[in-house]
């Protein structure tokens, strides 16, 4: 990623969040801010993201099997498959109980009045249908990660099963001979070789498309609903802070063998895309560009850890979940034991695994968790007024947190090998 493009990215951000204020400020509640957000800021801002999710799933499924068939071996892919599961478990729950700590501590939600609670409900988005409702069991889970119909699946974005997919893919590539085998596996280079070329010219558009998303975030939302939630806004950014250049600093120098500055210079364009998408998934194309250009990582290990990562490693997602459950039970007064507090620790470390990375894709699971830890479901519409600028905080984490384990599992590899 050349670092030119990367700083008029971080301008782009800036220049979109300083004009959007202003706007907020100047034009707020009138109709011709209503008109620019809405027929020009917005839908650039959606074309941009679009483009992005339009080339992840080819990217996916290219770069997984790619990645898995370039091992040649199932013995390293399960290798490699252990440490990543390994390192992603255990950075997951280091952030969930760095959250959890910081919500007991500072207590967030603690004395809101019951007519501020019900105004800031009031003023909320409702949550989506079916949000309220109870996920799968257990073992639906898992029966749900293997997709009957993979266009199905890729239809309807379910992530999980894609990535099953393209993961039996890649053993199908290791364990078949041949040229035909050969010849296909040139076809998926291609077609990676394609979309990462499509995504050059899409993200020399990013400068712009990042400045209409964050205008149209910071005109209409401005800070009138931080007045009532900033300690907990506050709470989720620190704690969020703690594990992005804390942990993960602490990861790289000693689990990966990189300097802590090298690694978020090199990793600023993703971070920097993050931010501005709210989607792991949108940031995939970047973080690999990033981790095979900037970071000099293998391809077949960048191509592996980043592509589980964008799902199923979600550590800032995992975090964020464990600090509004708590948050919200100190706001509805449901006093948590301890026993409780552990069990949402639990889920939080498994929803970070299983939440999907685009806008929001947290939200289904913390409204699971109140209903099984006794908290009113409806709770949920209490933080969706901040969910998006904290989506944008903890999505950041997440794509950092997916580079920092590829670091960690190439420095591991290339002393095995």
């Known amino acids: 990623m050349r670092a030119g493009l990367s700083t008029r990215m971080l301008l782009g951000l800036l220049a979109g969040a300083l004009l959007g204020t202003a706007a907020h400020v100047l034009l707020g509640g009138t109709r011709l801010l209503d008109a620019i957000v809405t027929y020009g800021t917005e839908p650039l801002g959606t074309i941009f993201l679009r483009l992005l999710f339009m080339l992840v799933l080819p990217l996916i499924v290219s770069a997984l099997a790619l990645g898995i068939g370039e091992l040649r071996d199932l013995k390293q892919l399960g290798r490699i498959g252990s440490r990543t599961l390994l390192c992603t478990v255990g950075v997951s729950a280091v952030a969930v109980g760095i959250g959890v700590t910081m919500v007991n501590v500072l207590e967030p939600g603690a004395g809101m009045s019951a007519a501020a609670r019900a105004q800031l409900t009031a003023r909320a988005v409702a949550p989506a249908a079916g949000v309220a409702g109870v996920g799968p069991s257990g073992v639906e889970f898992v029966v749900r990660l293997v997709p009957s119909n993979v266009v199905r699946a890729m239809a309807d ?211 699971m968790i109140l209903g099984l830890v006794g908290i009113p479901p409806d709770g949920i519409g209490v933080v969706l007024g901040v969910d998006r600028l904290l989506d944008m905080c903890r999505t950041t984490v997440n794509v950092t947190g997916d580079l920092a384990v590829a670091v960690v599992v190439a420095r591991s590899e290339r002393a095995t090998g």
């Open 157 to 367: 974005g379910d992530m999980l099963a894609v990535l099953v997919f393209a993961l039996f893919l890649g053993v199908g590539l290791v364990l078949t001979p041949g040229a035909a085998a050969r010849s296909f596996e040139r076809g998926l280079q291609g077609l990676y070789d394609v979309t990462m070329r499509l995504l050059d010219l899409v993200i020399r558009a990013a400068p712009l498309g990042v400045a209409c998303l964050v205008f149209s975030l910071t005109a209409r939302l401005g800070y009138d609903v931080l007045q009532h939630l900033g300690w907990f806004v506050v709470t989720v950014v620190l704690a969020l802070g703690i594990q992005q250049f804390g942990v993960y600093a602490l990861l790289v120098w000693w689990a990966g063998g990189v300097s802590p500055r090298a690694f978020y210079r090199a990793v600023r364009p993703a971070m920097v895309t993050a931010f501005s998408t709210s989607s792991s998934n949108a940031t995939l194309p970047t973080a690999l560009e990033v981790a095979e250009e900037n970071l000099r990582l293998p391809p077949q290990v960048s191509r592996f850890v980043l592509t589980i990562g964008s799902t199923a490693n979600q550590n800032g997602t995992a975090l964020f979940e464990g600090v509004t459950v708590l948050f919200l039970a100190q706001l509805y007064g449901v006093d948590l034991a301890l026993g409780q507090q552990i069990l949402v620790v639990f889920i939080c470390i498994l929803g970070g695994i299983g939440t999907a990375g685009v806008p929001g894709g947290s939200i289904p699971t913390i409204a």
